[in-house]
Every structure is written in structure tokens, then in C-alpha cells.
């Protein structure tokens, strides 16, 4: 299977239901500042007629099984190096699936009661990994690697999300009491002006030498209000939420298998040093040499000195 990637979606990409007999084609609309998309609605007739959909992440670590506080000896980085694995989950939102048209239909998630879904109706989000981190003390921690969700019948050609979190359920704030699971856990979260960690994938260079904290933190940059506790009022200028689109078969079209591994993404890093006055390993902030390599391999362009780094394909997933 193969996952592509895509720069053209930063809005709530899909439209609700199967719009088998009045097909509506989808407007892109790409503006300066950032890009949107303008949605046609329809008819549903047939809402009751669902198809049920499980969406599973093979997630790994340099090709091998998760294991928190783990050592995987001379196996991450340029020069492949130890790597200690303390930390490992991410946000996946606004699912939706393609057909061979380019009509785009919105998942809908189901609730599991875990907690680690929600629906808002425009838009979904799901926390994925080692969802309560590797700091619980468990030898096996509460860990989620599934999406269940519900679809209308199709012949759909792509299973599509984005990593993070749509603008309009980033910046609440984490603490309130009405903010749903799972954007409620303060250690996903930066603050109200630059809303959730995207991606967490932490841990340690040469553990049982230089010991280097090298982190892997993904978000929203460029972010304006009045203070760090108050939300922004319009799109950060640097998103940060990269869409990846996985190619289905008419054998898997419902129950998907993506790929995860986060060491991809920093094979060409030297994880045992990192710039000093700088974030420990990769925070998404501009000027930061150790992310010059592994934005790009997210599929995001990248500012250094200046200079913009072009996006590559997107790695992380496959």
C-alpha cells in the first residue's frame, strides 16, 4: 500500500455521507495565508446504511516493538545510535476517505467510551500510541493503536487524515471542564496560544553515555494573541498539520494498516548532540538546524536561516 501525501488540505475536508446520486465535487481554494476548502452539501438519503471501519497503526521503533523506557541499541539517527524510548503518541484528525472523483466523505468516529475518540460532527480527532505516556510506573501501559469509526458504502480509492488538530479544537483550554477527551491531557498540550503537541515521540541519545535528550514535539507555530494563555483569533501562520492520504484495494478499503515509525524521520540526525541554545531535538520552532531535516520528512516546508528547506514525502507514516 502506498500513503501519499498531501499540502492542500487544511480545513475540514469532507463532506457527510455518501453522495452516491448527486455527486458534488470538491472546490480548493488556495488563499495567500493558507489554504482552505469550500464544501457542497447533499441529500443523505441512505445515513442508515453504514459501513463499519477499522483503521489499525502498525506502530514501531526503528522497525522494532514499542517498549517504554526501552533501549534499542544502535538503531536510531546518523550515526545509528542507542535511543531510550520515554515517550510515544500523537493526535490523528479529520478522517476521511476519497473516491476516484476526489469526493471526500467524513468519517465518523465511534464512541468507544475510552475516551480516545471524538466526534464533533465537523470535525474528528483520535490520540494515539502510548496514550497515558510511559511515565505510569505500568510495565505495559494503556496504549491505543486503532480508529473505529462508521462510513457510508463506496467505492473508495483513499483513506485520508491529518496529523494534529483542526484550529477550531486546538486552543481551548485543557484544563476546562467541557473540553473533551482526549484534547483534555496537559502533557499533549503547549499552552492556549499554541495548543496541543501534535506529536510526542521522546527520548534519549546514548543513554548510558552522553545521555541527550532529543524530542520529537510537532505544533502549531506563528500563533498570535494577546498573551500565552489566550487562544488566537485567526490560523497560526505555520499550521503545522500535514494531511497523508493511504491508497485502499477493494480487500482492505475498510480495515486499513498504516505504518508508524518515528525513527524514519530522524535517520539522517545525529542524536547525541544538539544545538546548544536551542529546543532538545526537534520542537517545530524555526532556526533550529536539528529540525532542518526531519520537518521536511514530515512533508512541511522549513525555515533556517532564511532559507526554506523544501518538504519531501511524508515518512513517518507508510
Known sequence: MRLMFSRAITARPALRGHCKDHPMKIQLILPLAALGIALSACDDSSSNNREAVSIQFDAKLAGQALTCNGLYPSSVGQPASDYKLVEYRWYASDFHMRDASDNQYALELDDRGDGLQYDSGEHNVALLGLVSGCDTGAETPPSNFTVDAQVAPGDYTQLCFTLGVPFALNHSDVTASDTPSPLNLPAMNWNWRGGRKFMRFDGFGDPNGVNQAFNLHLGS??????????????ACSAPNTPTYCLNLTPSNRYNPTVSVDPARLMSATDITSNTEG????CMSFIDDPECADIMPKLGLAYRLNGQTVPPQDGMLFQ
Not at 507555530?221 to 485567526?234: F, I
Not at 536551542?278 to 531535538?281: D, I, L, R, S, V
Open 278 to 281: 536551542t529546543a532538545a531535538g
Open 221 to 234: 507555530t506563528g500563533c498570535d494573541s494577546a498573551s500565552m494563555t489566550e487562544a488566537p483569533s485567526q
